[in-house]
């Protein structure tokens, strides 16, 4: 077996900023460890795991190679770093990389999975049902469910109840199609290289004037969709309850954060802080170089990072504080994300208003909603302070978004701090 996570590179939008302006997004902190780190754990729990395969276009990106050098030695597998020329769309890498992705004792199948997922990743489970009801597919793709509403923004997939064959596939259609989305986790036989080849040869045979990005191959419209409803077996989707969640924006790594320490608490959880500490709740990781005074309290849900200082009195709940933090004496952290190397003054309020999706549906997704509201005004959400950025004592920041390096000594409501 492989894997193949492809992991993106640098944007043009703002949805991941100010954050992925120090770190790339694949190796922000998320339940404590970088992003991708939960994909290649669970890719390790799969038998016979002999290589992992990153594919993107970071370019001279030295935050990566370190993590990958620290992860080959941790984890005991093979892991490297594929750099596309530029952005080949979500399938076009896989087709450039194919000779590597085969190469050595070519696999029967390979897994690929999107970066920007939170999951519990049943690769186990689905790999099972491949083998056993759909051993000559071309694609098994893991979905799940999603209210009639939510539904429109993802891939929708028609299957056949008894066979689980795709039958149709819409990627973000304009009306309902069905409840059950892709999750951007994929089981490929080699064989998808050959749709590949036939979209590259049309690409190519477009003038100049109709493509601009003649290797871009788009893994979901150019693959699935022309795979799906053919009725010959090539496309099939194994369902699962399990968490899940897309991480595009910086304010779904609060929720990503809570389901990914969820999932500590029932499988590991000697990485979580007691909870039976009366000023511990619920699930909260604290790095074992932080420093948190014993009066302060923490949870639920929170990541304390690497050197972090957190005063006597402090309350933090629903937050991720990055390394090098300082939380001074009775400080407010709510719904927030503290950068690395911010400090926070004493009695100062740091709150943002949480994204989750709705409790009372139990289909209900993570609204994906843009920075700014149809009026040009920023959308609720959590407050996020880059790197470096000072609160001056007894300060209010709500709601707002804050750029790195920033001294601020009045208090901000929904807004940009630039």
């Not at 991941?16 to 939960?38: A, C, D, N, T, Y």
């Not at 795709?166 to 973000?172: A, I, S």
């Not at 909870?275 to 949870?299: C, F, M, Q, W, Y």
């Not at 300082?326 to 208003?353: F, M, P, T």
Request: contains cysteine; proline residues 6%; glycine residues 6%.
């Amino acid at each position: 077996m492989k894997a193949v996570i492809l992991i993106g590179g640098p944007q043009k939008g703002t949805r991941f900023r100010p954050l992925s302006l120090e770190i790339p997004k694949p190796l922000f902190p998320v339940g404590g460890q970088p992003m991708i780190e939960h994909h290649i754990e669970a890719c390790i729990q799969v038998p016979e795991m002999r290589e992992i395969i990153l594919i993107g276009y970071f370019n001279n990106c030295e935050p990566l190679r370190r993590f990958l050098q620290l992860a080959k030695k941790k984890y005991n597998v093979p892991i490297r770093y594929l750099q596309e020329y530029e952005s080949l769309g979500t399938g076009g890498g896989l087709y450039h990389f194919r000779d590597h992705i085969l190469s050595g004792s070519a696999p029967d199948c390979f897994f690929v999975m999107n970066c920007d997922v939170c999951c519990d990743f049943p690769l186990k489970e689905m790999l099972k049902f491949r083998q056993e009801k759909a051993s000559n597919a071309t694609i098994t793709i893991l979905g799940t469910e999603a209210n009639r509403k939510q539904a429109l923004n993802y891939g929708c997939i028609v299957e056949d109840t008894d066979t689980h064959e795709v039958l149709h596939y819409v990627e973000k259609p304009e009306t309902f199609v069905s409840n059950v989305i892709n999750t951007g986790v994929y089981i490929f036989s080699p064989k998808v290289f050959d749709c590949m080849r036939e979209v590259f040869e049309a690409n190519y045979a477009l003038s100049l004037e109709e493509t601009c990005k003649r290797d871009s191959i788009r893994l979901e419209q150019d693959v699935l969709m022309k795979l799906s409803g053919s009725r010959t077996g090539q496309v099939f989707v194994y369902k699962t309850n399990c968490f899940w969640s897309q991480i595009k924006t910086a304010s779904s790594t609060i929720y990503a954060n809570r389901l990914y320490l969820g999932k500590f608490q029932r499988d590991c959880p000697d990485l979580l802080e007691s909870s039976s500490e009366p000023n511990i709740l619920g699930d909260v990781r604290i790095h074992e170089t932080a420093e948190v005074d014993p009066t302060a309290k923490l949870g639920p849900n929170v990541y304390i990072g690497a050197g972090v200082k957190v005063g006597a009195g402090a309350r933090v709940k629903e937050s991720i504080v990055l390394d090098g933090a300082v939380l001074d004496e009775h400080c407010c952290i709510l719904h927030s994300i503290i950068g690395w190397n911010s400090k926070v003054g004493q009695w100062a309020r740091v709150e943002g208003s949480p994204c989750d999706p709705n409790p009372n549906d139990p289909l209900a997704q993570i609204a994906s909603d843009s920075v700014f509201n149809e009026d040009g005004r920023l959308n609720p959400a959590i407050t996020i302070l880059g790197k470096d950025v000072t609160v001056s004592n007894e300060m209010i920041i709500l709601n707002s978004i804050v750029l790195p390096h920033k001294e601020l000594s009045y208090s901000y409501k929904n807004q940009i701090i630039l």
